[in-house]
Nanobody, 125 residues
Framework: QVQLVESGGGLVQAGGSLRLSCAAS????????MGWFRQAPGKEREFVAA????????YYADSVKGRFTISRDNAKNTVSLQMNSLKPDDTAVYYC??????????????????WGQGTQVTVSS
């Protein structure tokens, strides 16, 4: 069983930056495909970014491409999401998720087996 704990959320002004982290425990972190999703009030949860077993294999939603960067540190069992040029539309609860093999499509929720509890990100205008 894998436990995921997110941190780094908070309140920031538009144009600012935040760095989210997700610490994993249990299982073999290097074998998990990792993703970030978010859910804004009154909206469905949506894909933000994902990273494969190789750190160079990254995937982004069009809405965050060029502003957000996902990375992983297998030695520390962590995955991070650097968020720059934040906009009020980025306000949401951000969730970390892990997908064990066989891997599914990065942008879909269903393949992910484990989820964190979420961390709130609020961007003020």
């Amino acid at each position: 069983q894998v436990q995921l704990v997110e941190s780094g959320g908070g309140l920031v002004q538009a144009g600012g930056s935040l760095r989210l982290s997700c610490a994993a425990s249990g299982g073999t972190f290097s074998r998990y495909f990792m993703g970030w999703f978010r859910q804004a009030p009154g909206k469905e949860r949506e894909f933000v970014a994902a990273i494969g077993l190789a750190p160079t294999h990254t995937y982004y939603a069009d809405s965050v491409k060029g502003r957000f960067t996902i990375s992983r540190d297998n030695a520390k069992n962590t995955v991070s999401l650097q968020m720059n040029s934040l906009k009020p539309d980025d306000t949401a609860v951000y969730y970390c998720a892990a997908d064990s093999p066989p891997y599914g499509l990065a942008y879909r929720e269903s393949p992910y087996d484990y989820w964190g509890q979420g961390t709130q990100v609020t961007v003020s205008s």
